[in-house]
């Protein structure tokens, strides 16, 4: 069956500028995850979504940094006003249920000239 | 709250040798474990688990890990390194019972020298 997707796959964007990922979770997976890689870095807790529940935003760095799940399926990040230190990869994963074996997507890479 | 440690940045091993690649977790109660490999330019792949019984998990392309109650860890093992297997592993851990999301340690360079 199809896998976590994500678009784009590169975005280039100017500091200053506004920028929408997008995620396509796996069928029927009710948790999807946010995070961000930076070069040789580790994985970086952005914000995770468990069904209808609250959000847990708790690693978003700052608030220019926003997301939404509509309809319990795919998911928007949006980086408002984006910074240099803002260029990093974004991976979304997605599992049955929150801290169920989680599937990553293959990332979206920012570049913030 | 829960947290992973991998000790080492980066291992380096010829190929064919056996390898190890460390990890050490802090949780409460029991813990559910995890390993992922991430390839170049790629997402994160999941490679094995441990959540009850035998403390030997079998995962993907010949890897496996141990469960140590005792010593807190979760090593990920390979008898015969392949060059293929260079990639960037990651360990993971959360607590048994409940929904939260996984906590995932820095991440351990491997790399196999022909």
């Known amino acids: 069956g199809a896998g976590v997707s994500q678009s784009p796959s590169n975005k280039v964007t100017e500091k200053g500028k506004d920028v929408e990922l997008r995620c396509d979770p796996i069928s029927g997976h009710t948790a999807l995850y946010w995070y961000r890689q930076s070069l040789g870095q580790g994985l970086e807790f952005l914000i995770y979504f468990q069904g209808n529940s609250a959000p847990d935003k708790s690693g978003l760095p700052s608030d220019r940094f926003s997301a939404e799940r509509t309809g319990g399926s795919v998911s928007t990040l949006t980086i408002q006003r984006t910074q240099q230190e803002d260029s990093a990869v974004y991976l979304c994963a997605s599992s049955l249920v929150a801290g169920d074996t989680q599937y990553f997507g293959p990332g979206t890479r920012l570049t913030v000239l | 709250a829960q947290s992973v440690a991998q000790p080492e940045d980066q291992v380096n091993v010829a190929e064919g040798n056996p390898l190890t690649v460390k990890c050490t977790y802090s949780?409460?109660?029991?813990?559910?474990l995890f390993w992922y490999v991430q390839y170049p330019n790629r997402g994160l792949q999941f490679l094995l688990k441990?959540?009850?019984?035998?403390?030997l998990v079998k995962g993907s392309y010949g890897f496996e890990a141990e469960f140590n109650k005792s010593q807190t860890s979760f090593h990920l093992k390979k008898p015969s390194a392949l060059v293929s297997d260079s990639a960037l592993y990651f360990c993971?851990?959360?607590?048994?019972?409940?929904?939260?999301?996984?906590?995932f340690g820095k991440g351990t360079r491997l790399s196999v020298i022909a």
């Open positions: 441990y959540i009850t019984g035998d403390n």
């Open positions: 993971a851990v959360r607590p048994a019972g409940g929904n939260t999301p996984l906590v």
């Open positions: 949780v409460s109660g029991n813990p559910y």
